[in-house]
């Protein structure tokens, strides 16, 4: 689940990552890789069968909230007037829908309404191509 979230921001490093869980420990010593590549907290120790899925995680928990921490505070103070409201009371009154179309925007847009985005000016008159 935490590779599924981090595929969001990041599906590069998440489809990076997910290719090291299958691996065997000798493939996984040959990438080189320590705990300490995922999160600073962890030890400076090689990858392992044992370890390699804690690694992820904490590399999934590391990107997507630990440095994210100064802006996801802000976010949150803005919403709640410096923790004098109460946000789940505040977003409770929604669909889970309505809020992830409020912070992500439309999922996909169609061609036409890609190209409706634009305007197109009137073509040259007597241009050739």
């Not at 981090?6 to 090291?20: G, K, R, T």
């Not at 009371?89 to 439309?106: E, P, S, T, V």
């Amino acid at each position: 689940y935490a590779l599924q979230l981090l595929a969001n921001a990041d599906p590069v490093c998440a489809q990076s990552w997910s290719n090291l869980l299958p691996l065997s420990d000798e493939e996984l010593e040959a990438t080189t890789l320590a705990l300490d590549a995922f999160d600073d907290a962890l030890p400076d120790e090689p990858l392992s069968r044992a370890n390699v899925s804690c690694a992820v995680v904490a590399g999934c928990r590391r990107q997507l909230l630990t440095d994210r921490r100064a802006s996801l505070d802000a976010l949150r103070d803005g919403f709640t007037l410096g923790g004098k409201l109460d946000l789940g009371l505040q977003l409770a009154q929604h669909r889970n829908a309505d809020l992830a179309l409020l912070l992500q925007g439309k999922a996909a847009i169609s061609a036409q309404e890609m190209l409706d985005c634009f305007e197109w000016g009137e073509a040259p008159a007597g241009g050739g191509g």
